[in-house]
């Protein structure tokens, strides 16, 4: 993990994040927490995650979700030489690209 963001203040927030309970009180915090735009990029992002992990073409991820060339890119630079953050999610969830 990168040491840059290692701190007090993002253990708040993900211990914050661990105790959501259910899908809508993850609408109000994240509401709270977040702008639009930045909910938005997030889920785009796992989105193209999972649709990269289905072997979706770049043509077929951006087309569906938006997301530039270069965002696709580096999604996929994270699932191929991240800290497996995303594999660890997809693992645990029944993953089904919305």
């Known amino acids: 993990m990168n040491k840059k963001i290692r701190n007090e203040a ?19 915090f994240f509401d709270d927490l977040c702008t639009v735009n930045e909910l938005l ?11 990269l992990e289905d072997h979706k073409t770049y ?6 979700t938006g997301a530039s060339t270069a965002t696709i890119s580096r999604v996929n630079r994270s699932l191929n030489y991240g800290n497996d953050g995303y594999d ?3 693992g645990r969830m029944d993953k089904k690209t919305p």
């Open 10 to 28: 993002v253990d708040f927030l993900f211990d914050a994040i661990l105790c959501l309970k259910n899908r809508e009180e993850c609408y109000l």
């Open 88 to 90: 660890i999610v997809f």
């Open 59 to 64: 043509l077929e991820i951006a087309e569906k």
């Open 41 to 51: 990029s997030m889920s785009q992002r796992f989105e193209v995650a999972s649709m």
